[in-house]
C-alpha cells in the first residue's frame, strides 16, 4: 500500500526504492560535489593565470623594445616634394637637412628597327647570327635559322637568350618593329647589336634610338652665395650611397631643390614607451579586478587571497623605478613616467617630448644596457663581445699608472711684456722655419708661428704662459713629438728663450691595466692586452699627469649598466618562462590540487557505487522478506477461514 508520500515502486512494499536510493545518494554526494566545486574554481584560477600571462607576454614585449638599441637609434625622414623624391634611413644615417635637385633620371636604353614590317609571323628574314652586347658585358651570340627567321621568332630567340634585353613587337602606324629595352637603366646598359643575317623575304634593318641610355644625375647643395654643389651621378633611380645610411629613390626631374630632413624617430620612441605604459595598465587592471574584494556587492576576485600576481606587479614597478646611475636621467620618473595610488602608470607627454629633443642618448642610456666607466676621466670606446660577456659576471677595475701627455718645450727664459730685441728665426721639425722679428710683442709671436705651423700642416700650437713661450702638440701620445730650435742663444735677451740648441717636445703614452690584464696606451687610448679576456676593451683616458698624482692609480672601474628596459625583459622572461617562470609555477600549483581532487572523487565515487548496490541489494531483501510474509500471511488467513468455517458447521450441527 502507497503510504501517499512515496510513488508504488516496489512490488510488494509499495515503496519507491529508486527515490529513496537517489536521495540517500544525493546526501552522501555532498563531500563529492564540493569537491567539484573547489574543481571548478581551481579550473578558473588556471584559466585567468594564463590570461595573465598572455598579458604578461604583451608587456614583456614592449619591455624588449625598450632594452633594444634599435629602438632609439631608429631615423626618421621627410622630403618637402615626394613626386620629386621619396628616401628612407637606417639607424646610420646622420641627422641633418640636405638640399636635393635631380638634373636627370636614369633610363634604359631602349632601340627599334628602322624599317617597319606587314607582319610578324609570315615574312621571312635571313639565317645567321645577331649578336648583343649590353654595357661592357660580354658579348651574346643568338643563332636565327629557318626555325625562327621571322621577327615572332627572332624576338623569341633574343628573350631566351638570357642577352640582357627585352624583346618585345611593336604596332606602329608604318607597320610592325622589333623593340629592344635593356634591363639595366644608365649608360652601362646600352645596347650594341649587329646582325649577319644573309638570304630571306626581308633584311632586318638597322636600329636608332627611341630612348637613349642615360644616367641618373642629382645635386647635393646649391650654387647660391657662390657655393659649389656636389654632382653625383648613378646608372640607377635608386640611390644609396649618395648620403650615408640614406636611401634615395629618384621619380622626376625638378628644377627647384627638394630639401631632405634626416632626424631621430621621436615618435617611433614615444611610440614604445607609450605600448609600455598601456601594456602594464592593462596587467594592473588585471590584478585589481582579480584580486579584489567589492563590499558593496559582496563579489570577490577569483584570485583574492593569491598574493602571486601582486607580487610580480609590485617587483615589475620596484624594477621600473629603480635608478640607473650611468644615466644622466636616473629614473623614468624623470622623464615623465609616474604611478598613482591604485598602481596604474600615467606618462606625461611634454616631459617626455624635453627630455628626448635635448638629451636621447641618454634617454637610450636610462633603457639600454650599456657598458659604462665609473670615472669621469674614463671613456669606454669600444667593447668587444667578448668582454661585454665577461662585464656580466664582475666589473673591471681601470688602474692608471701614467697619465697620458702631449709633447711640450718651454722657453727657458720670459719676454713678459717687452718685444723682440732682434730677428729670430725657429726652425720646427728640421724644415719648416718660423720668421720672426725685431719688435714683435709675445702675442705677435705667437700669433706668427700659430699661422706658419698650420700652413705647413704641424700640429703644434704656441701660446703665451705668463709672458713665457710655450709649444704644446696638439695631439697625445709618444707618436706625436716635434723639434724646435732658434737661431739666437736663448742668453740672449729679449729673444724667444729657446735656444739654439734642438728642443724636443715628446709626448707620453697612457699606461696602466685593465681589470688586473696588461693593457697598451696610444696617446689617451688604452686598449686590453692581446690574448687577455679584456682584448679589445678600449678607453680613452683624459686624466691628466697632475690629476693622477692628486687622485692615484685607481680610476674607477667599467661596469655593465643595466638599463632599466633590459632589467624589465629579464625579470618578465623569469616571470613568463614556460618551464620554471612563476606563472607556470601557479599553474602546476593547482594542476596538481585538480588531479589532487581527481583522485578523491574517483575513491568517494567508488564508494558510493558501493554503497548504493548495498541499498539495492537491501531493498530487494526487504522485498523477498515481505514477499514470504505475504505468502504466509495469505497461508494463515487461510487456515483461520477454514478454521472458522469448520466452527460455524459444527455449531449448525450442534443446534
Do not use: C
Not at 631608429?74 to 638634373?103: M, N
Not at 627630455?355 to 639600454?368: D, H, I, T
Not at 700650437?461 to 710655450?470: C, P, Q, S, Y
Not at 633590459?566 to 601557479?586: A, C, M, Q, R
Amino acid at each position: 500500500m502507497s503510504n501517499g508520500l512515496l510513488s508504488i515502486d516496489g512490488l510488494i512494499s509499495g515503496l519507491n526504492t529508486t527515490d529513496i536510493i537517489n536521495q540517500l545518494l544525493e546526501v552522501e554526494r555532498i563531500p563529492i560535489t564540493r569537491l567539484e566545486e573547489r574543481k571548478s574554481e581551481y579550473e578558473q584560477k588556471i584559466a585567468l593565470w594564463q590570461e595573465a600571462n598572455t598579458k604578461l607576454l604583451a608587456l614583456q614585449t614592449s619591455a624588449s623594445s625598450l632594452a633594444s638599441e634599435s629602438t632609439f637609434e631608429g631615423k626618421a625622414v621627410s622630403v618637402s616634394d615626394e613626386s620629386v623624391i621619396s628616401a628612407s634611413a637606417t639607424s646610420s644615417a646622420v641627422t641633418g637637412t640636405y638640399l636635393l635637385r635631380v638634373e636627370q633620371l636614369a633610363y634604359a636604353h631602349q632601340i627599334a628597327t628602322s624599317s617597319s614590317y606587314a607582319d610578324y609571323n609570315t615574312t621571312t628574314f635571313g639565317e645567321g647570327v645577331i649578336t648583343i652586347q649590353v654595357g661592357s658585358g660580354d658579348p651574346v651570340e643568338i643563332t636565327i635559322d629557318s626555325s625562327n627567321n621571322t621577327l615572332e621568332g627572332i624576338k623569341n630567340a633574343i628573350n631566351s637568350s638570357r642577352a640582357g634585353v627585352n624583346a618585345s613587337i611593336v604596332n606602329t602606324s608604318d607597320g610592325y618593329k622589333l623593340l629592344l629595352s635593356s634591363k639595366q637603366t644608365g649608360l652601362d646598359g646600352a645596347i650594341t647589336i649587329t646582325s649577319t643575317l644573309s638570304g630571306g623575304e626581308a633584311t632586318l634593318s638597322g636600329f636608332y634610338d627611341i630612348q637613349p641610355a642615360q644616367n641618373a644625375r642629382i645635386s647635393l647643395g646649391t650654387s647660391e652665395g657662390g657655393a659649389t654643389p656636389l654632382v653625383y651621378e648613378s646608372s640607377s633611380n635608386l640611390i644609396e650611397d649618395l648620403i650615408p645610411g640614406v636611401s634615395l629613390n629618384l621619380k622626376a626631374v625638378s628644377t627647384q631643390s627638394v630639401v631632405l630632413t634626416v632626424e631621430d624617430d621621436l615618435e617611433s620612441i614615444k611610440s614604445s614607451i607609450r605600448n609600455f605604459v598601456a601594456r602594464f595598465n592593462e596587467f594592473q587592471d588585471f590584478v585589481a579586478e582579480n584580486t579584489a574584494y567589492n563590499p558593496d556587492t559582496g563579489v570577490a576576485g577569483a584570485l583574492l587571497g593569491d598574493t602571486s600576481l601582486q607580487r610580480i606587479q609590485s617587483q615589475i614597478l620596484s624594477n621600473l623605478f629603480r635608478r640607473v646611475e650611468s644615466s644622466y636621467f636616473q629614473s623614468v620618473a624623470e622623464i615623465g613616467i609616474s604611478v598613482d595610488r591604485y598602481g596604474r602608470l600615467s606618462l606625461d607627454e611634454s616631459k617626455l617630448d624635453t627630455a628626448l629633443q635635448s638629451n636621447l642618448e641618454e634617454v637610450k642610456k636610462l633603457f639600454v644596457s650599456s657598458v659604462v666607466a665609473t670615472d669621469a676621466d674614463v671613456e669606454v670606446v669600444n667593447v668587444p663581445s667578448s668582454v661585454e660577456s665577461l662585464l656580466e659576471e664582475s666589473s673591471l677595475d681601470v688602474v692608471i699608472t701614467q697619465a697620458a701627455e702631449k709633447g711640450r718645450v718651454e722657453a727657458s727664459s720670459s719676454l713678459g711684456s717687452d718685444t723682440l730685441g732682434q730677428d729670430e728665426t725657429l726652425t720646427f721639425n728640421g724644415s719648416v722655419v718660423v720668421n720672426l722679428t725685431a719688435g714683435m710683442t709675445l702675442d705677435e709671436v705667437v700669433a706668427t708661428i700659430n699661422s706658419t705651423l698650420e700652413a705647413n700642416g704641424i700640429l703644434v700650437e704656441a701660446r703665451n704662459e705668463g709672458g713665457k713661450l710655450v709649444l704644446e702638440h696638439r695631439l697625445y701620445g709618444s707618436s706625436n713629438s716635434f723639434t724646435v730650435a732658434s737661431n739666437v742663444d736663448a742668453s740672449v735677451p729679449r729673444s724667444t728663450g729657446i735656444g739654439t740648441t734642438e728642443l724636443t717636445g715628446q709626448g707620453v703614452d697612457v699606461a696602466g691595466t685593465i681589470g688586473g690584464y696588461a693593457a697598451t696606451g696610444t696617446g689617451q687610448v688604452l686598449i686590453g692586452g692581446a690574448g687577455t679576456p679584456v682584448e679589445g676593451l678600449t678607453l680613452r683616458v683624459t686624466l691628466s699627469a697632475s690629476e693622477l698624482a692628486l687622485q692615484g692609480s685607481a680610476q674607477g672601474a667599467v661596469i655593465l649598466s643595466q638599463g632599466i628596459g633590459t632589467i624589465l625583459e629579464e625579470s618578465l622572461d623569469f616571470i613568463v618562462d614556460p618551464y620554471e617562470g612563476i606563472v607556470k609555477s601557479n599553474q602546476d600549483l593547482y594542476q596538481g590540487l585538480i588531479r589532487d581532487i581527481d583522485e578523491r572523487i574517483e575513491v568517494l565515487e567508488e564508494r558510493l557505487s558501493r554503497q548504493e548496490e548495498l541499498w539495492r541489494k537491501q531493498f530487494v531483501a526487504l522485498e523477498e522478506a515481505l514477499a514470504a510474509f505475504q505468502t504466509q500471511g495469505a497461508w494463515l488467513t487461510q487456515q483461520l477461514a477454514s478454521l472458522s468455517a469448520l466452527t460455524q458447521s459444527n455449531n449448525s450441527q450442534g443446534s
